[in-house]
């Protein structure tokens, strides 16, 4: 990417929100924009940050057997109906956008357990048929009284939404199990220490639910969190009658070893036994041909959090100032920033088209209005982990390349340069 198609603003850094300063650059540079609270647009650096981690969750899901689908945005109240989940979601919680016309009333989708069911019955005659999980990711739409911290609580967001069909309550468990070990692969290939934070099944209501939790002190969510493990419970089990069993049951944990930290939800996992598929009187036929119902789970990974959670989390700060962020190199849409003295322009541009002919994604700062040492102190704006400075010292042997985030600096000669990215 030529960094002039991009049309980025000028910063003042003077005028930088502390608390979200990561988003608030990209806001400040064009490359994100609020339409209005809660409602936004998306420039190139979160648009392919985000398409890198939906990859990552493509391919990690798939490896699981989870099947790609997609569901409607714009629902029917009649499915809602059936669940008995509109009227509480359009006057209860008041959560759904929705319309009425002509055509009668719909809504926009909040979240999709109605048309999974649907679907998945239509699809899931027989138990032979069963384990099986189908996936989507797409936009979510829910009426967020107080929409704040940019992307950490909008109102439209990408989510990744999974739901589970098996036979009996044993296979369920199992399948929440398995993503639950998808989760942890997710978060761990996309550079985000996750905290797996427990309710218990029994006190909730017989449902079992799980968080993903990354701490942040950004968080809205306080979490009792153990280090030892990296296990978390919600503040909510101090409220248990009995929490000492219910923690006891956590090997390794104790009560008065773990401290208040505050998080925010990346993900959550819930078992969702027979509600749906029996209140919807959607069944499979088992091995005597009788109709019975699904045992379902729902799974859900906000990718604007997760978003938002990297860039907020690896701020980057020089001199006690802020002067960007630092994406993880395996989600950065651009892997690598070339900058250079005007002398060195054509070397910089036989670079910058060697490493694109290898497809590997990076900037070349072409703008020609600004001298070098401008160039340099606007790289961390992007986002882009490392870093080649083309200047006056330059050997035309070997490129300096800079780890953004640790500062470290390595030294490759011009042919080894294609491995040194992959």
């Known amino acids: 990417m030529k960094l002039s198609k991009l049309n980025i603003k000028k910063i003042n850094f003077n005028d930088i929100d502390i608390n979200y300063s990561s988003q608030d650059i990209l806001m400040k540079l064009g490359e994100l924009y609020q339409f209005e609270s809660g409602i936004y647009g998306y420039g190139n650096i979160w648009t392919k940050l985000e398409r890198n981690i939906e990859e990552i969750i493509i391919e990690e899901l798939d490896k699981a057997d989870c099947i790609q689908v997609e569901f409607p945005k714009l629902q029917p109240r009649s ?32 979240t999709a357990e109605e048309c999974a069911t649907i679907f998945g019955a239509n699809r899931l005659l027989s138990y032979k048929q069963l384990s099986t999980t189908y996936y989507q990711i797409g936009e979510k739409f829910r009426k967020e009284i107080r929409a704040r911290g940019y992307l950490f609580r909008p109102r439209t967001f990408v989510m990744m939404d999974a739901y589970s069909f098996d036979k009996d309550e044993e296979n369920m468990h199992k399948t929440f199990k398995k993503m639950h070990d998808v989760y942890m692969n997710i978060f ?43 296990i978390g419970i919600n503040k909510e089990v101090l409220s248990f009658k009995d929490k000492e069993t219910f923690i006891n049951k956590l090997n390794g944990i104790s009560l008065n070893k773990m401290e208040e930290v505050n998080s925010v939800e990346l993900g959550n996992n819930f078992e969702l036994g027979t509600k749906y ?37 690896n701020v980057l700060i020089k001199d006690e100032k802020i002067k960007g962020f630092v994406i993880p190199y ?33 900037i070349i700062d072409d703008r020609d209005n600004l001298i070098l040492g401008n160039k340099i102190n606007d790289v961390a704006l992007l986002g882009t982990p490392k870093l080649i400075v083309l200047g006056n010292k330059y050997d035309n042997i070997n490129y300096e390349i800079e780890d953004l985030k640790t500062g470290e600096k390595d030294i490759v000669k011009k042919e080894n340069i294609i491995n040194y990215f992959r």
């Open 79 to 110: 499915i809602w109906d059936k669940s008995n989940r509109w009227n509480q979601y359009t006057e209860e919680n008041d959560i759904m956008f929705h319309i009425k016309n002509n055509f009668g009333e719909y809504g926009l989708a909040p």
């Open 188 to 230: 761990k290939r996309i550079g985000i220490n996750i905290v797996p934070v427990i309710s218990d099944g029994g006190t909730m209501g017989g449902r079992v639910s799980e968080e993903f939790q990354a701490i942040t002190k950004l968080g809205e969510d306080i979490i009792l969190y153990d280090k030892n493990t990296n």
């Open 277 to 313: 598929s029996d209140l919807m009187e959607m069944y499979y036929q088992d091995e005597n041909g009788n109709n019975k119902p699904f045992y379902m789970g729902c799974y859900g990974i906000g990718l604007g959090r997760i978003i938002a959670t990297i860039i907020e989390n």
């Open 330 to 362: 395996n989600v950065a849409p651009y892997k690598v920033h070339i900058v250079y003295s005007e002398q060195n322009k054509d070397k910089a541009i036989e670079l910058y088209e060697r490493l694109l002919e290898n497809n590997i994604q990076c």
